[in-house]
């Protein structure tokens, strides 16, 4: 069975996909909390030499940092931990782990329904739009390995989803094709396809419901 790491393991979509994955593949969790070894990416001193040994076929990085905060809101920190948490971090152990990587890898980052609609916080935006542009430049980095983007829309039971007032919520469902918000399941078959198609390699997979603009 091929072997796949995920980053931000105890984060929703880490929790809410892992059961489907773990039919197919063998899994290695890692995250800020509740694995050894743990992993956070605001953390710049952070030991990256006692990561599972390998090889692995495929990471899933889906740790990050909800929207939180206006250009008006005192948010301190936030704008540089969600820079860290999404590029520098991953940055950092993509090249820490790239000798355990197999050839065909498969490295799944997730944008953003964000980049075509605009967000209330600017810097989720900012960040989740530079995503596909930040895999084809770290592509040239390592040739043997396949990059894909999955760009999502709202999803089902998130901790994005507990936090919207209900009016929110309705315009995003308002713009999903069938009124539907998106399932850990489609998520993880979106990671299935990836993961076992070999010739997908700077994909961008949009599993958003259809939205095409604003609101």
């Known amino acids: 069975m091929k072997h796949l790491i995920i980053i931000g393991a105890s984060g929703s979509i880490g929790m ?13 969790r890692l995250s800020r909390k509740d694995t050894t070894p743990s992993i956070d990416f605001t953390k710049q001193d952070q030991d990256l030499t006692k990561l599972p040994k390998g090889p692995f076929d495929g990471i899933i990085f889906a740790q990050g940092i909800n929207p939180q905060y206006s250009p008006f809101d005192t948010y301190g ?14 940055t950092r152990f993509l090249a820490s782990i790239k000798p355990r990587l197999n050839p065909g890898a498969c490295i799944v980052f997730f944008s953003s329904v964000a980049k075509i609609k605009g967000s209330f916080d600017p ?8 995503i596909p542009g930040y895999l084809t430049s770290m ?13 999502l829309g709202l999803v089902k039971g ?3 989803q507990a936090g919207m007032t209900e009016d929110f919520l309705a315009r995003h469902r308002d713009n999903m ?14 990671i299935r396809f990836l993961v076992d198609s070999p010739e997908l390699h700077l994909s961008d997979l949009k599993v958003d419901g259809g939205v095409t603009g604003t609101f």
């Open 16 to 28: 809410g996909v892992a059961p489907t994955l773990e039919e197919s593949y063998v899994i290695h």
């Open 77 to 90: 920190e936030h704008a540089s931990n969600m820079w860290q948490v999404n590029i520098e971090g991953p």
């Open 123 to 130: 810097h989720y935006a900012a960040v989740k739009s530079a």
């Open 139 to 151: 592509a040239r980095h390592f040739p043997e390995a396949r990059f894909n983007t999955i760009s």
């Open 158 to 160: 998130s901790r994005v």
């Open 177 to 190: 094709f069938g009124n539907r918000l998106i399932s850990f399941g489609t998520i993880a078959r979106a």
